[in-house]
């Protein structure tokens, strides 16, 4: 966003705008074809390629220096892929307002943000720390984070029949990569993370994905039981303001959209590379700041000592920058649940790959963006030895060398 200096560029720029918008509006309208010689007309064309190009210019440098990291995104772009990415998946559906969009836990309507918004959202992110020198959400994508996630929080993660199996039907977002998974096999695209084949022995299609009974609660309120998804039924905690082994504080999904409509969908930014990597002595910084890998090598101030891997409480730690000699992830997070699985399907529907292939060239997803009331983190992952997508779940202690995060940022 612009600084307060940068007030008289912008009027400027404006200003000389319009100036050359009416040129070519001049040189367009006048004089009429009918009345000119074939020299006259291709003058005219020529000042007019001319000043359109200048027009552009402007545009252009008005566009960057107004919103520099739209430009660096390519924001336009990536949000016309995510969507259609996303209505090919079956998540967007169509709305009785004749919009695409998904229908909430509360059973509301929700339409697709528009581009407009998705900038005006980003841009409230990015705002300057002091001491920095460039605002937050420049510094990341200068970081490489600069893949756009959108995504339909308020859809429940799974919905379940009166068995307790995942619906097969069912408008969730584990019963859609379910579903996916399915198809992607039967048309023959369905690869591990390195592009390599899935052979027909190595998926289990009747069982496509595998999700932990953590993640249904049963209710026998009714004539009859039912199951309801974690987030739906408030035993998942979103925005954490505390996580220790002994103790969560955070928000629960149903609070979150009755007092912000918007949260229906989360916007934030996510690395490039797509995987959460491994200990790599060779791998350097990008733009000061070392990726996280699984054994926390850039982050020794919030491992306990002795310890070779970090686990899901110290992670949170350095997110939130308690340790002042080591603040460089302070303002991102782990991935949710909601967003690992978004970006599986998305990434499903557009390659065919599954995602967190741990046996592969990923790693398993703690998805610590959100935890359980007591303190159990979810995880997310494709598992060669049962030969299926996994929504499993571990303690808040755990140490594991195939285990990370996937950072985001932006909204929390």
């Known amino acids: 966003m612009p600084e307060p200096g940068d007030a008289q560029f912008v009027r400027q720029a404006f200003a000389e705008i319009r100036e050359a918008t009416q040129e070519l509006s001049d040189v367009l309208a006048s004089p009429k074809i009918s009345e000119t010689s074939d020299e006259d007309i291709r003058q005219n064309l020529r000042e007019a390629t001319k000043l359109q190009s200048i027009l552009e210019e402007k545009k252009a440098r008005l566009y ?60 409230a992110v990015n705002v300057r720390e002091q001491g920095e020198a460039k605002p937050f959400l420049e510094r990341k994508i200068d970081q490489n984070f600069q893949d756009i996630q959108i995504t339909p929080f308020g859809m429940p993660i799974a919905v379940f029949d009166e068995h307790g199996k995942l619906d097969a039907n069912g408008y969730g977002l584990a019963n859609i990569y379910a579903r996916l998974l399915v198809k992607t096999f039967d048309e023959g695209r369905l690869c591990y993370d390195d592009g390599t084949p899935i052979p027909p022995d190595q998926f289990d299609r009747d069982n496509p994905l595998f999700i932990a009974d953590e993640f249904k609660v049963k209710d026998e309120t009714g004539p009859t039981p039912a199951y309801h998804s974690a987030d739906v039924a408030g035993t998942l905690r979103y925005r954490l303001t505390a996580f220790d082994k002994n103790h969560v ?130 995880d997310f992952r494709w598992n060669r030895g049962f030969r299926r997508a996994s929504l499993d779940w571990g303690v808040s202690v755990r140490r594991v060398g195939r285990c990370g995060v996937r950072p985001v940022a932006g909204e929390e």
């Open 64 to 123: 960057e220096k107004v919103s520099p990291f739209e430009r660096m995104l390519g924001l336009r772009e990536q949000y016309e892929r995510k969507k259609n990415l996303l209505k090919e998946a079956g998540v967007l559906i169509p709305l009785s307002n004749g919009e695409e969009g998904i229908i909430t836990i509360a059973g509301e309507e929700v339409p697709f943000p528009s581009l407009r918004e998705v900038s005006a959202r980003l841009k």
């Open 249 to 378: 504080e955070g928000e629960i999904k149903p609070d979150i959209l009755k007092k912000d409509p918007r949260c229906a969908y989360r916007i934030g930014l996510v690395e490039r590379s797509g995987t959460i990597p491994r200990k790599d002595p060779t791998r350097s910084a990008v733009g000061g700041r070392m990726p996280l890998d699984t054994s926390g090598t850039s982050i020794p101030e919030y491992r306990k000592p002795g310890k070779t891997e970090p686990c899901p409480t110290e992670y949170f730690a350095a997110f939130h920058g308690t340790d002042e000699k080591n603040t460089v992830y302070r303002g991102e997070r782990a991935q949710m649940t909601e967003e690992a699985l978004c970006e599986a399907i998305e990434e499903l529907v557009a390659t065919g790959r599954v995602k967190f292939d741990y046996q592969g060239n990923s790693s398993i997803n703690y998805c610590m963006g959100a935890v359980f009331a007591n303190g159990r983190v979810p």
